[in-house]
């Protein structure tokens, strides 16, 4: 009885599964250094790759990592299509921990969810999962490698969710009525992606670490983006109907107030007409933008100018760019098809020639918003354009589009940008733009910081203002240890000096932002040359949760966990009650996603708005209090009180934090020589690479750039001495007089 329905299940199965072919191993091929490529199905011409116009491979960087195997059973990685959907499916060890999948604000670590990745204004409110700015589909193993699904669809994927029949060893069957441990979500062995697509492309990245992983992204992309040293200044934005007079006015309250500017960004009300907008300037409120932008250089000052990319009719862009026009509007503009060459020409030599023109020295940036979302805003899923793709797939890449349009306006006139921008995807590494949101919660913005390290891309918190003048320092103090330090004054009558009492500190903290700048430069060189992400979240950190090499033997079986609690899962508690949610999945371990590091050597503990004191966890090794110097602890979990007048920041034993030696209003230009301080801290040893090139143009794409050594070693006498020996092929160094400080300072 038992072998004829065994029999006759074998037969339903070969009948019902006849239409859907079986899932099969793919074929991988190196296609650079610790890069693995593999092709599902059909892929689509365009794919968030291809977008984003992917920068050549910094090959010669990639060779220079430890060389790596494929960091995976080949075996254990399958992919299946059929009818208009592709699906792969990855293992998941049962030790094994994934990140990435996107800039979430809620969570890092990603075990056990489904996310719908899709380009959108990511909002508490709805929560949906994979709905974010950057819903870029690479994901970072705990294990030392990452993969990427290349696909310009909305993805599904499931992480350790779905146990499979065939999977070799499957959780525990337990009776929920009289069991223990009964699991709503029995954790699966697998990560599993469906594309609405013909085909994928699939890309794996060695480590060995998962820092060296996301190092491999980067670099494949193109190495990360090198803003201009002005970029890492500060920026701040005014009200969105000022005039040209109220702008350069609010640039001189700054110089007045002794506040550090670089940027000033323009709103919407620099245009015509915006929402949807012409990409001309208003004659009203600035009729004459050749003399407003000579005042601009003048007062050593960029503008960022806002725009969303959809046109207003009677403008000449309008005109230019309606036989690219998708069948919808946002409201009431065009949407031009910029996966179309011909469109993004028009569009280029537009930013290039009307407005980044009329003055290279002062035209500095663009913000691109509304590229992300809602949709209840943008075009709807039906939309088509005329290149033949769909919303969904313009939707995906719409950022990237934009980014690579404004990059080239720049980069044709050799010329650096540093710009914002709402909706990005996967390969956007190389390009300088930073996200930012129309939200406000200080815990989101700092856990979206944390998880833009493993996306390839950069997020900066806002300061909008506040009632509160301790709010509104706490999130300046936040917001100048990202990669964008901004006020976004948008909508606001309030000032970075409006609350008198904390005044004095939002000034020392902008300060303290510029006197870093070589330090912030260099984590970006970094960034650019090396692929190192900018910030770093907690599971990123070198040591910290980098698997040793027993994780790596253990985490050779890729079988699901036989405990309920393993590797984060929790189990669903066996009481029910009338009260509490039976497939509620309890929160997961915790998190440390509320503090993160700022290149190689500080550890960033951010303090929210009107909170007093904290924990911060500091990593093996010594740390040091960056303000005072003194020793603050060393792999333990310490509890902070900091004044107002500062935000807590470590320092790695060690290092060597290089700043502007003076105070300064605004960065260096190409030309200048300025003075350096090197900071000196902790007990050991010291050296640094650091990095220079002019900060302003592409010279360091022809090589115009170095790396000096500088280094600390304590002499006969016990006394510390620092030493300088210059990049011997280096063709820029813009420093002069180096003060060395051994901390604590005397
Ligand atoms: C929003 C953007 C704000 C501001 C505003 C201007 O979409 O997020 O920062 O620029 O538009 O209308």
Redesign the pocket.
């Known amino acids: 009885m038992k072998r004829i329905t065994l029999g006759l299940a074998a037969l339903i199965h070969a009948i019902a599964f006849a239409q859907i072919p079986p899932a099969s191993s793919l074929r991988w091929s190196e296609v650079a250094p610790g890069v693995w490529k593999a092709t599902v199905g059909q892929p689509e011409s365009l794919t968030l790759l291809s977008a984003a116009g992917a920068m050549a491979p910094r090959r010669a960087a990639l060779a220079a990592m430890p060389p790596a195997a494929f960091p995976l059973d080949q075996a254990d990685i399958e992919g299946r299509q059929w009818a208009a959907k592709t699906a792969v499916r990855f293992p998941l060890a049962a030790n094994e921990d994934i990140y990435g999948l996107g800039v979430d604000f809620t969570a890092m670590r990603r075990n056990g969810a489904v996310f719908e990745l899709h380009v959108d204004h990511w909002d508490s409110r709805r929560g949906i999962a994979g709905r974010t700015h950057a819903p870029v589909p690479l994901y970072v193993s705990t294990r030392g490698f990452a993969v990427l699904f290349d696909s310009a669809r909305y993805l599904r994927v499931s992480v350790g969710h779905g146990v499979r029949l065939a999977a070799r060893e499957k959780p525990p069957v337990i009776d929920r009525t009289t069991g223990k441990g009964w699991q709503a979500q029995p954790r699966s062995d697998s990560i599993e992606v469906l594309a609405g697509a013909p085909g994928l492309d699939v890309y794996v990245f060695a480590g060995p670490s998962p820092l060296d992983a996301v190092r491999r992204y980067n670099l494949f992309c193109g190495g990360g983006a090198l803003p201009p040293k002005w970029g890492l200044g500060f920026l701040t934005r005014v009200p969105?109907r000022s005039t040209a007079g109220q702008a350069l006015a609010d640039v001189a309250e700054f110089r007045r107030h002794g506040i550090p500017l670089d940027m000033l960004g323009l709103?919407?009300g620099w245009m015509s007409h915006a929402y949807p907008c012409s990409f001309e300037w208003d004659q009203t409120r600035f009729p004459d933008p050749k003399a407003f932008l000579a005042e601009i250089e003048r007062q050593h000052v960029r503008v960022n100018l806002?725009f969303n990319p959809y046109l207003a009719p009677q403008t000449p862009l309008h005109a230019e760019l309606l036989p690219y026009a998708g069948t919808h509007l946002v409201w009431n503009g065009i949407v031009p098809d910029y996966t179309m060459p011909a469109a993004q020409k028009i569009f280029v030599d537009h930013l290039k020639r009307t407005i980044v023109d009329l003055n290279p020295r002062a035209v500095g940036g663009f913000?691109l918003?509304?590229v992300d979302g809602y949709d209840r805003y943008l075009w709807p899923d039906t939309a088509v354009f005329p290149s033949g793709r769909d919303a969904e797939q313009l939707r995906q890449t719409y950022g990237l589009l934009v980014q690579r349009a404004v990059f080239e306006a720049f980069h044709r006139g050799d010329r650096r940008t540093m710009g914002q921008i709402?909706g990005t995807n996967a390969g956007a590494s190389p390009y300088p733009f930073v996200i930012?949101?129309?939200n406000y919660e200080f815990d989101g913005y700092i856990t979206a910081l944390g998880n833009s390290g493993f996306a390839g891309v950069l997020w900066s918190p806002e300061v909008r203002g506040s009632n509160s003048g301790e709010d509104m320092l706490r999130r300046t103090q936040a917001v100048c240890f990202s990669p964008l330090a901004l006020y976004?004054g948008?909508a606001s009558q309030q000032k970075l000096w409006t609350h008198a009492a904390v005044k004095e500190h939002i000034r020392n903290a902008i300060t303290l932002r510029l006197r870093l700048l070589p330090y912030f430069y260099n984590a970006f060189a970094q960034y650019h040359h090396q692929g190192t992400p900018v910030i770093r979240p907690m599971p990123l950190w070198e040591g910290l949760y980098a698997p040793t090499a027993d994780d790596r033997a253990a985490s050779g079986r890729s079988g699901p966990p036989t405990g309920a609690a393993a590797a984060g899962q929790p189990a669903v508690a066996g009481k029910l009650d009338a009260t509490t949610n039976p497939y509620e999945i309890p929160p997961a371990a915790r998190e440390v996603k509320d503090q993160y590091f700022f290149g190689d050597s500080l550890l960033v503990a951010p303090i929210a708005p009107n909170v007093k004191s904290r924990k911060v966890l500091l990593p093996a090794g010594r740390w040091y209090d960056f303000h005072t110097g003194r020793f603050a602890g060393e792999n333990q979990t310490i509890e902070v009180t900091p004044p107002l007048a500062t935000m807590p920041v470590f320092v790695r034993d060690g290092a060597l934090i290089p700043l502007l030696a003076e105070d300064r209003q605004w960065a260096p230009a190409a030309a200048e020589t300025v003075a350096l301080e090197v900071r000196h801290y902790g007990d050991a040893p010291g050296r640094l690479s650091l990095y220079d090139d002019d900060g302003e143009t592409f010279d360091y794409e022809r090589g115009g750039f170095s790396w000096t050594q500088l280094s600390v070693e304590k002499g006969a006498n016990g006394g510390w001495t620092g030493a300088i020996k210059p990049d011997a092929n280096g063709q820029r160094w813009s420093y002069g007089e180096v003060k060395w400080t051994f901390m604590p300072a005397p």
């Open positions: 969105t709103e919407p806002w913000k918003d509304e709402r930012y949101n129309d976004n948008w």
